[in-house]
């Protein structure tokens, strides 16, 4: 060390500490610390407690040698994590003792290693920095659709490889002006290293199409989409992830017009409003709601309807619930900006503004969404009037996010995470602002990569204790999402940096991501696992929340391959690790013609009717559908009649007998009105016992169809299935709990999307002194297969030492 350094060194120290009480610590900051400008706020923290030393970004995260006066080096520590960037989340900081060099000056260190980094971020929205820039006349990014910086704007979906860097993005193709330049390369300045930095001169831009490609010519392509979408027309907008098609939500006739373009019956479309004030104005928006749409992910927001929702076009035909989110790039800002006739300055950003657009994800026939422009002009000329384009590459597809509000009443009360959770949404679709955030194991394992199910399909791969889920991409009975599922798992490799040494998959082996699985897992010469499909649902619950004991397993869903090759969806499992055993199932129906039945809940209402002796009454009720009678001789034959216990078609026959919906145009469909029809005859309903426990343990709720059949009022008949279900699923599960001497059980399905039988039955089971777990992290249905197929197979490598074949017990395929 030589005399020159050390006094400089003590040049820097401040006047009131002891030159010989300096020391010099080495912190490690884990977690998404990475592109979200943490070393700029290191650098910046340092230099204002007057410390030594460095910062920089290498393999695990971020590095920091800090040098100084010990309080001003522990406040340093103290502080990292609290004020941390907005996009930053430190998971953890160790700390170690270094010798002190004497050191003087606090700098970031470019030097880069060659291992992968952490982790990408999220996309986030518009920053308030930058959202005043963008409405600021003087600033140079003024009215500018693309600015961002290091607190905001797109990350996962322009990243197409790690380390995170602007070479690996698709911004790597504009090359930045002297001004971003120097914006980029300074510590000091909200840019330094935010990879989508851009400006008019050198950055993005957006132009208009009209449905054949041609050019719009206009001076204000996004006044000008404003226009179209004010004379009732539909226009495609190119987004983060993909496409969105908007229209003009309080446009009965647009929104009518879409939904036949689209073909897309009665699914609900998502409605962005300006702000909290305007949402208000449609629905029921609590602080949760509030936290939700305001947050960083700006997820779609389901919040009860008002009245003034009627005034809307058919957004949600059927539904009480609307999916409501706030503007989250710049563009949409822009968009309501030359709606509201270009006002000055700011304040009317926080002002009620009547204006509701339909922005649905452009994703026609099921098919993956439209990410790049040709592809738009391709498959979207039939539905969209006008195309707004622009030309900053999309690396990977993002839908936008479902989020509902977590219900106070579905968590036990004075559960250790009860008070965290608040702030937590209750995922229905995992996307855009999330994905790829990892979701933390309990304990680190062999790197799996799971493939997950076939509709609402996800993957997910582990790195240590860390779980990848990725964004929702759909469902797989059509090729492109079968193609988009194998880019997936191309890009989710590039960005993780792993080497699945097992590939996880549903035992269904007809799923195509099961296939999938076969063909990658002999491809890579790793074993293949195979996870029944509802062990895989109670095996993301105890993911998330890093339960390692055993559990009873309360799976209600749709339909899911059972381990003895029947349809199950209405389980109660012993569920300890990799293990499972099936201890009761709900009473089976029978599915009449099949797969079939699942989308048409008649002919569930029908197999109720049989079931009932009541087959000659199927004709007659179902008079309308011409093939009713011919159905009633198939279930007296038992002709193509599978039987399964799945709860979701429990739910149908009970929509059947109301006549409530007799064909769903979207899975769940069914249910989801059931729902709304109970909340709209209020809550309250006191359970008659119409339920029973059959001499083989069974839950049977057959007596409860057969009330609705005379039942006038579907909102009464809604409420009393729900009341019965629920009272029927709490006798049931208290039945069997004693003997097995479990106290904890785990909730997972899609029936739990259903927030009356969460709720009611959280309630009801911890009412008992069970502790009840549920999904918080994954969608309860199929989006969250995926983590509890990795999660299975890692234990099971984990068990046999690293030799694995299929699972063992009920989950071998082989
Ligand atoms: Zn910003
Ligand atoms: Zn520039």
Same mark, same amino acid.
């Given at each position: 060390m030589s005399?020159?350094?050390?006094?400089?060194?003590?040049?820097?120290?401040?006047?009131?500490?002891?030159?010989?009480?300096?020391?010099?610590?080495?912190?490690?900051?884990?977690?998404?610390?990475?592109?979200?400008?943490?070393?700029?706020?290191?650098?910046?923290?340092?230099?204002t407690l007057g410390l030594a030393g460095w910062v920089r970004n290498d393999g695990e995260g971020v590095f920091i040698e800090a040098e100084g006066d010990p309080t001003r080096v522990a406040r340093l520590i103290?502080?990292?994590?609290?004020?941390?960037?907005?996009?930053?989340?430190?998971?953890?900081?160790?700390?170690?003792?270094?010798?002190?060099?004497?050191?003087?000056?606090?700098?970031?260190?470019?030097?880069?290693?060659?291992?992968?980094?952490?982790?990408?971020?999220?996309?986030?929205?518009?920053?308030?920095?930058?959202?005043? =820039?963008?409405? @600021? %006349?003087?600033? +140079? $990014?003024?009215?500018?659709?693309?600015?961002? *910086?290091?607190? !905001? &704007? /797109? #990350?996962?979906?322009?990243?197409?490889?790690?380390?995170?860097?602007?070479?690996?993005?698709?911004?790597?193709?504009?090359?930045?002006?002297?001004?971003?330049?120097? =914006?980029?390369? @300074? %510590?000091?300045? +909200? $840019?330094?290293?935010?990879?989508?930095?851009? *400006?008019?001169? !050198? &950055? /993005? #831009?957006?132009?208009?199409v009209d449905r054949r490609g041609v050019p719009v010519q206009t001076q204000d392509p996004i006044l000008h989409v404003w226009r179209l979408l004010e004379q009732g027309r539909i226009v495609a907008i190119r987004g983060l992830g993909g496409f969105h098609l908007a229209c003009d939500a309080r446009n009965v006739e647009a929104v009518a017009h879409l939904?036949?373009?689209?073909?897309?019956?009665?699914?609900?479309?998502?409605?962005?409003?300006?702000?909290?004030?305007?949402?208000?104005?449609?629905?029921?928006?609590?602080?949760?709601?509030?936290?939700?749409?305001?947050?960083?992910?700006?997820?779609?927001?389901l919040a009860a309807?008002?009245?003034?929702?009627?005034?809307?076009?058919?957004?949600?035909?059927?539904?009480?619930?609307?999916?409501?989110?706030?503007?989250?790039?710049?563009?949409?800002?822009?968009?309501?900006?030359a709606a509201l006739g270009a006002p000055v300055g700011t304040a009317w950003l926080h002002g009620e503004c009547a204006i509701a657009l339909v922005m649905t994800s452009a994703n026609p026939n099921g098919e993956p969404l439209?990410?790049?422009?040709?592809?738009?002009?391709?498959?979207?000329d039939e539905?969209?009037?006008?195309?707004?384009?622009?030309?900053?590459?999309?690396?990977?597809?993002?839908?936008?996010?479902?989020?509902?509000?977590?219900?106070?009443?579905?968590?036990?009360?004075?559960?250790?995470?009860?008070?965290?959770?608040?702030?937590?949404?209750?995922?229905?679709?995992?996307?855009?602002?999330?994905?790829?955030?990892?979701?933390?194991?309990?304990?680190?394992?062999?790197?799996?990569?799971?493939?997950?199910?076939?509709?609402?399909?996800?993957?997910?791969?582990?790195?240590?204790?860390?779980?990848?889920?990725?964004?929702?991409?759909?469902?797989?009975?059509?090729?492109?999402?079968?193609?988009?599922?194998?880019?997936?798992?191309?890009?989710?490799?590039a960005i993780l940096g792993v080497r699945a040494s097992a590939i996880a998959c549903d035992l269904h082996p007809d799923y195509a991501s099961s296939t999938l699985a076969a063909r990658v897992a002999a491809e890579s010469g790793v074993p293949l696992v195979t996870v029944q499909h509802h062990h895989a649902h109670i095996a993301a619950v105890l993911a998330e929340h890093q339960i390692e004991e055993a559990v009873l397993g309360v799976a209600l869903d749709g339909t899911g391959l059972g381990s003895d090759g029947t349809l199950w969806g209405g389980e109660l499992l012993h569920v300890d690790g990799a293990h499972s055993r099936r201890i009761s199932h709900l009473r089976p129906l029978r599915l009449p013609g099949g797969e079939r039945a699942a989308r048409e809940p008649w002919r569930m209402g029908a197999a109720a009717l049989h079931l009932l002796g009541r087959s000659e009454q199927i004709a007659l009720r179902y008079a309308a559908v011409p093939a009713a009678h011919l159905l009633a001789q198939a279930l007296e034959l038992d002709l193509h009649c599978?039987?399964?216990?799945?709860?979701?078609?429990?739910?149908?026959?009970?929509?059947?007998?109301?006549?409530?919906?007799?064909?769903?145009?979207?899975?769940?469909?069914?249910?989801?009105?059931?729902?709304?029809?109970?909340?709209?005859?209020?809550?309250?309903?006191?359970?008659?016992?119409l339920y029973a426990i059959d001499p083989q343990g069974r839950l049977d709720l057959l007596a409860v169809l057969a009330s609705l059949l005379e039942e006038p009022d579907a909102a009464r008949g809604a409420a009393r299935f729900h009341g019965e279900l629920v009272a029927g699923l709490d006798a049931w599960i208290g039945h069997h709990a004693g003997s097995s001497g479990l106290d904890a059980v785990a909730l997972g399905g899609g029936c739990f999307l259903n927030a009356i039988v969460l709720r009611e039955l959280t309630r009801r089971l911890a009412a008992r002194g069970l502790r009840v777990f549920a999904p918080r992290q994954v969608p309860a249905n199929d989006g969250g297969l995926s983590l509890g197929q990795a999660w299975v197979a890692q234990r099971l490598l984990q068990d046999a030492g690293g030799q694995a074949g299929g699972a063992p017990a009920d989950n071998g395929r082989s």
């Open positions: 005399l020159q350094h050390e006094s400089a060194a003590q040049a820097r120290r401040p006047v009131d500490a002891e030159p010989d009480a300096s020391v010099r610590r080495g912190i490690r900051v884990l977690g998404t610390v990475q592109g979200v400008g943490f070393r700029p706020y290191v650098h910046h923290l340092a230099q103290h502080e990292l994590p609290h004020r941390a960037p907005r996009l930053a989340r430190v998971e953890s900081i160790a700390v170690s003792e270094l010798v002190p060099l004497g050191a003087a000056g606090f700098v970031i260190d470019r030097s880069v290693t060659s291992a992968p980094a952490t982790a990408v971020p999220a996309d986030a929205a518009i920053c308030e920095s930058c959202l005043h =820039e963008l409405f @600021d %006349p003087a600033y +140079r $990014r003024y009215l500018y659709p693309f600015i961002n *910086c290091v607190h !905001c &704007g /797109p #990350r996962f979906t322009l990243t197409l490889a790690l380390p995170y860097d602007r070479d690996r993005t698709t911004m790597a193709g504009f090359a930045l002006c002297p001004l971003c330049r120097r =914006e980029y390369e @300074d %510590p000091e300045s +909200r $840019r330094f290293h935010a990879e989508p930095n851009a *400006c008019p001169v !050198c &950055g /993005p #831009r957006v132009w208009l939904r036949r373009r689209k073909q897309r019956d009665e699914k609900p479309f998502a409605v962005m409003v300006l702000n909290l004030a305007s949402a208000r104005h449609w629905a029921q928006i609590g602080p949760q709601q509030a936290l939700l749409l305001e947050s960083t992910a700006r997820p779609v927001v309807m008002r009245p003034a929702a009627a005034e809307l076009g058919a957004v949600a035909p059927g539904l009480d619930h609307l999916g409501l989110m706030l503007p989250y790039t710049p563009l949409h800002f822009l968009l309501f900006h439209v990410r790049d422009n040709d592809e738009a002009l391709r498959r979207l539905i969209a009037d006008a195309l707004l384009l622009h030309d900053r590459p999309i690396a990977v597809r993002c839908d936008d996010s479902v989020v509902r509000a977590a219900d106070a009443g579905a968590r036990a009360p004075g559960s250790p995470q009860a008070a965290a959770d608040a702030a937590q949404p209750v995922f229905v679709r995992r996307a855009r602002g999330y994905a790829p955030a990892p979701i933390r194991l309990g304990r680190s394992g062999p790197a799996v990569l799971a493939l997950g199910g076939h509709y609402k399909n996800t993957i997910c791969a582990t790195r240590g204790a860390d779980a990848f889920v990725s964004q929702h991409l759909g469902d797989t009975d059509n090729a492109p999402t079968r193609r988009l599922v194998g880019e997936a798992i191309a890009h989710w490799q599978p039987t399964t216990s799945s709860t979701g078609r429990w739910f149908d026959a009970a929509a059947g007998l109301l006549g409530t919906t007799l064909f769903s145009s979207y899975e769940g469909q069914a249910a989801m009105r059931l729902e709304a029809l109970a909340h709209q005859h209020g809550t309250g309903y006191e359970a008659q016992g």
